[in-house]
Each structure stands twice: as structure tokens, then as C-alpha cells.
């Protein structure tokens, strides 16, 4: 379903679906789970669905982690992608190094974002492991993500005649506001040491965002470094 197209029409409507969907395969999943294995050796392992495959499919239990790191695969593509658009409109609003937020001539992709983020993610995957990672990276998206519906709240409360193309009832937000602060303070109370370190993390683009937007009064040898960048960037990618 292509959004770009109607997108007040369309984008309901397949927001509507794929929540649907999603919880339709994920309760059976979950049934299939419960119904076949033993609670106490499901909490003994770490990968529910390779013990299920390896206990009902025989040799065909390969095509469990198959799809799962297909799924995986395709997730991160689309969250790469989404995150280096995020540069490009942070720039718009002044609150971005020029340099990150250039897009390819031809294709008009963000190819300086990308390869950074690409970049970062290697190098979080080669200093930590995977389950680190996740306690690092979940608090920082879920916290994000309530920061956005909390705005969203705000802005129906402080100004309520502002233009809505697409409207939801007030419930639905709040419920999930309510739900992330969940999700946020558990992990808080669990594990506080991985938690902080992710919160740390986040703190880092404070620095930055100080260096390359805040700061005015940059002496000269700062301000020439970052054009120098931004014209290597250029010439090297193609971008502008």
C-alpha cells in the first residue's frame, strides 16, 4: 500500500491492518508456544522459537532462524534508512553538522547518514554484545518514543486549533504514554547499570550538538576543520 498516495486516506488504513496483523500472528505464535512447551523449559532457554522448531520440524527446524534472521535483515534495513532520513530533517531545523545531512546528487539519498550510522553500528557490535546492546539501545527508543507522543498530548492540550490532516481520539496516545512509561521505568528498576550506560549514550549528542550548532563563537581553526569536512563529503560522495 503505497501512503505517498492519499496518505489521509491511506495511512489510517494501514496502520489499522498491520496492528492487526501483527497481533493476529503474534497471539498465535505465542499459542503455539504455550501449548507445546513446558513453562519452566521455556524459561530456561534462550530461543523459544529454535526449541520449538527443533522439537516439531525435525531437519526442517533451519527454517525457524532462517526467516527469524530474515525478519531481522529486513528490520534493520528499514530502521537504517528511517534513522539517516532523521539526520536530513534535523538539519532543517538546525540541529545537525551540515556535513551528515547531505544528500546523494542523483538519487537524492542521504548517503553521508547512512554510511555513518553504519559505521556506528559496527562499532557498538564490535565494543558489546547483542543482549548488551538491546538493554542499551531499548530505553533510549522507547524514551524517544514517549518524548513524541508526550509532544503530540501537549500540543492537542496547549494548541488545539492546530491543522490535523489525520485525527485519532486523545485515549489512544495517552494509553500508549502510559504503557511506554511502563516499559521505560521496569528496565530502570531491573537493570539500572545497563540502563544508565544507554542513558549515557544518549547523552553523548549533547557535545556534539554544543560543538557543531550551539556554540557561535568557534575559534577559526574549528569552523575551517568542519568546512573542510563538508567539502571532502561533497567531493567524495557526490552529495549536496
Known sequence: MNCAIHPKR???RAIVISCILVTVVYTLANVAFFTTISPSVMLATPAVAVLFAETFYGPMAWIIPFFVAM?????????????????LAGEREGQMPQFLTMVQIERETPVPAVIFVS?????????????????YVS???WLAIGLAVFVLVYLRWKRPGMPRPIKVSLIWPII??????????????QKPGKTGVGLLLMLTALPVYWIFISWRSKPSWLTRLS?????LTQKTLFVC
Open 10 to 12: 491511506k495511512l489510517p
Open 227 to 231: 568546512a573542510s569536512l563538508t567539502r
Open 176 to 189: 500508549y504514554l502510559l504503557c511506554t512509561i511502563y516499559i521505560i521505568i521496569l528496565p530502570l528498576y
Open 71 to 87: 525478519s531481522t535483515f529486513g528490520a534493520v534495513n528499514g530502521i537504517l534508512f528511517t534513522s539517516s532520513r532523521l539526520f
Open 139 to 141: 530505553i533510549v527508543n
Open 119 to 135: 559505521f556506528l553500528s559496527l562499532l557498538f557490535l564490535a565494543a558489546s554484545n547483542i543482549y548488551a546492546l538491546i538493554s
